[in-house]
């Protein structure tokens, strides 16, 4: 609001008060225990009962009463929350996970289904969100409930469960991590026995989101994924390129349906109903008979929730004539949604949602009317002001989540306003005609993809851009530093002679960080011959073949990860990859490489095991019109300054340790006159075959890629032979498998070896320095996943 541009109304802020605390306790009691909460309601109930009977002495009694509100506010959130808590703790249900006993359980799917990241060379679970009714012991003895609870599920019958449907599946307990009111987490060892059958409502809304998903099946991968997910939040066909273009872009919320959705569904009912001539009373009924509709048919996740009771009020507002309760109406949704259900107190989605909204309502409107009153056309005076008092009100929970600001989240939403409606409209009407009209439900998905492409589009460039996004303090302290920078800023441009000084300072940091980020990093560094890229739990090493040019050697667990370290490398094709065996911590990401690049050939070892690695490969080679094509010991390749020989394997290995991994393909690579050994996850096995058969000489390299993350599994006479002067180890942050191994670390560092280690150093180059070696790391940046 500004201060002098206008005499604008002051919000209402009545309940907010009292929404904050009850949101601001349920999330304190979600981390206490429950004699903990008891405490802190009483405690808040006792400073509310004193703070009410000194009123009528205090001289100020309007922030007496807020304060009471507040005190009221942080009692309601702990009770409701401590009653939750005391169910969650049961002593029957805690015996039975703490003994991590096998059980039958009886229960209730609360969501659908969903795919998680599985551990690399797994296949990815399913999270199944559940309430457990009955669970039966090992002894027999029936626990009943409800509580809440998780299943982790690899059977494919788990997949097409729908919301209320009841079901019994055996399964072992075990602990939660805590946060939250799931009381067990059950590792099912097989599919689940269906009891009846869901409500129709569930069943109605299946068939649609399933209708909608075959209405997009003909069209490109990339819109035909984002569709469900923009119109339903069905993410279960986005690619993963795609869905990371919209984190680093700030975008995710359109993957999640929320406010914007709702009011685009509500907003659409209600211009027909104005067009049809329709009176209040009746445009509010139908809005309302939508509203319930589109909340079943996405499901009633936390957001969808809050939306949903946000635009009842603020439907009810609107037949009562009253649109400036709409504040009021979001901080009762608050609270009651959080006294309902607590879970929603700590649930960052609902965190953005609200936000987006609380900014929407405080900022926007004020920011629209100055920009109109200083010439901005209507329209465009919206389009500004709606994406940038979200970005702002949703700017500090983002930067406590992912540790970054980013830079281009306002221009990228502002440049997708346009498409967000029609691409919404059209995809649920494709929804609810696929039951009865197939062949329309294609026609109108493939309308509703043109916009689609647009997002994607958008998301791809803003994500490509260098110091999209800068590192900020993570964390509760990061939300609260950004928060008062960002309330410090609104307060100065309340001012007329501040309000200049402001937006210099805010082009001059923004136009100054850029800059600082592309060419004060450092990287990457003058003369490297290879970096080992930073992509978790697995290997992507780059060797440079020219400016803009590289051959890549494995892709890592996740596309992100290589495609972001090629974009810091600068490289916009890739001249060759090469594919060292086929488990996912190597082939997950292949995606990434392909992600905007020219590929020219794709090599791999002649073993062609594990087939799901496999077919990822052929699928991303294929989709970038080339193929793969296995390479032999001997095999030879140059281009540029790089020049590769296959060493390895020798001839097919056959019931070792890990067949995968010891026929992994073995190279030695020449950069500038530097020798290198990528040994991809050979283990001892391979590294002894090798060893054997060709010459010592061929060993012997001034760079190694230690084999296999740094594993135990290690040859000494192939890394005495090897003798190099760095020894760099992919490997990712506390991993599961204990990489690196403490001896191997030891024995390198006694051979005289550097060890460079990707889990603490980030990206990590080699470079020629004079006639030797150097080494230059890049840093684990803060927030980043590793």
């Not at 799917?109 to 679970?125: E, F, L």
């Not at 702002?392 to 346009?418: E, H, K, R």
């Not at 803003?462 to 302290?477: F, K």
Request: proline share 8%.
């Amino acid at each position: 609001m500004s201060g002098d541009d206008g005499a604008d109304a002051r919000p209402d802020l009545r309940l907010a008060g009292f929404a904050a605390a009850v949101w601001l306790a349920a999330l304190a009691g979600l981390h206490l225990s429950v004699r903990a909460t008891g405490w802190l309601a009483a405690v808040a109930a006792g400073l509310a009962l004193a703070a009410g009977l000194l009123l009528r002495r205090a001289p100020i009694r309007r922030y007496g009463w807020i304060t009471v509100a507040v005190l009221l506010g942080v009692l309601c959130g702990a009770a409701a929350t401590g009653a939750r808590l005391a169910v969650r703790d049961a002593a029957p249900v805690r015996a039975l996970v703490t003994e991590r006993a096998l059980v039958t359980a009886e229960l209730v799917v609360r969501d659908d289904p969903r795919r998680v990241r599985g551990s690399p060379g797994r296949p990815a679970p399913l999270l199944v969100r559940v309430d457990l009714v009955r669970l039966t012991g090992p002894d027999g003895g029936r626990v009943t409930g409800p509580v809440r609870g998780l299943v982790l599920a690899t059977d494919p019958g788990w997949q097409g469960l729908l919301p209320g449907q009841r079901v019994t599946a055996r399964g072992r307990l075990a602990e939660p991590r805590g946060g939250d009111l799931t009381a067990a987490v059950l590792s099912a060892s097989g599919a689940p026995v269906r009891q009846g059958v869901p409500s129709r409502a569930q069943r109605a809304a299946g068939a649609l989101r399933a209708g909608l998903q075959r209405a997009c099946e003909p069209l490109p991968d990339a819109p035909g994924g984002l569709l469900p997910g923009l119109v339903v939040g069905d993410t279960s066909r986005l690619l993963p390129e795609v869905e990371e273009d919209f984190r680093a872009t700030g975008m995710t919320h359109l993957n999640a349906v929320s406010g914007s959705n709702v009011a685009i569904v509500v907003g659409a009912v209600l211009l027909l109903a104005r067009w049809a001539r329709a009176g209040p009373r009746t445009a509010v009924a139908l809005c309302g008979l939508a509203l319930v509709g589109f909340v079943v048919l996405v499901r009633p996740s936390p957001s969808v929730v809050r939306a949903a009771a946000m635009g009842a009020i603020g439907l009810a507002a609107l037949a009562a004539g009253r649109p400036r309760a709409a504040l009021p109406a979001l901080a009762a949704a608050v609270a009651g949604l959080v006294l309902l259900d607590p879970d929603l107190a700590g649930d960052p989605g609902f965190a953005l949602s609200v936000c987006a909204t609380g900014g929407l309502l405080l900022l926007a409107p004020g920011w629209r009317d100055a920009l109109r009153r200083r010439g901005v056309p209507p329209g465009l005076a919206e389009a500004l002001a709606v994406p940038a008092a979200a970005q702002l009100a949703c700017g500090p929970v983002i930067a406590g989540l992912s540790a970054t600001v980013s830079l281009v989240a306002v221009p990228a939403n502002l440049l997708v306003v346009p498409a967000v409606a029609p691409a919404t409209v059209l995809g649920v009407l494709a929804a609810v005609l696929s039951p009865v009209w197939p062949g329309g439900a294609e026609f109108l998905a493939w309308l509703a993809s043109w916009p689609a492409r647009w997002l994607v589009t958008v998301a791809s460039h803003g994500a490509g851009l260098p110091a999209g996004n800068v590192p900020w303090l993570g964390g509760v302290a990061g939300a609260l530093l950004l928060a008062a920078v960002s309330v410090a800023l609104l307060l100065a441009a309340r001012r007329r002679r501040t309000r200049r000084v402001v937006a210099v300072v805010v082009v001059a940091v923004v136009l100054g960080v850029a800059p600082i980020r592309l060419l004060a990093s450092g990287w990457p560094p003058r003369g490297w011959v290879v970096v080992a890229c930073a992509v978790g739990q697995g290997d992507a090493v780059v060797l440079p073949v020219a400016a803009g040019r590289a051959v890549v050697v494995d892709a890592g667990p996740e596309p992100s990860g290589v495609d972001g370290c090629l974009r810091r490398l600068r490289i916009r094709e890739v001249s060759l990859l090469v594919v060292s065996h086929f488990h996912a911590d190597h082939v997950g990401g292949v995606a990434g490489v392909f992600r905007g690049r020219r590929v020219g050939a794709v090599v791999g070892p002649p073993w062609t095991e594990p087939p799901y690695g496999v077919a990822q490969v052929r699928e991303a080679a294929r989709r970038g019109g080339t193929r793969v094509d296995p390479v032999p010991a001997g095999w030879r390749w140059r281009a540029g300054t790089v020049e590769l020989a296959a060493l390895g394997p020798p001839y097919p290995l056959r019931g070792s340790r890990s067949d995968p991994n010891n026929n992994s393909l073995v190279l030695t690579a020449t950069v500038a006159g530097v020798r290198i050994l990528l040994a991809g996850d050979a283990e001892t096995e391979e590294q002894r075959a090798v060893r054997e058969t060709v010459p010592a000489a061929a060993i012997r390299v001034d760079v190694l890629k230690v084999p296999h993350h740094g594993s135990a599994y290690q040859d000494p006479e192939f890394l005495a032979a090897a003798r190099p002067a760095v020894a760099l180890i992919c490997v990712g942050v506390d991993n599961d498998y204990g990489h690196p191994n403490p001896g191997l670390l030891g024995r390198l560092t006694r051979g005289g070896a550097r060890v460079m280690r990707t889990d603490t150093d980030g990206d990590v180059a080699v470079v020629r320095a004079g006639a030797g070696l150097a080494v230059v790391a890049r840093g684990v940046e803060p927030g980043r996943s590793r």
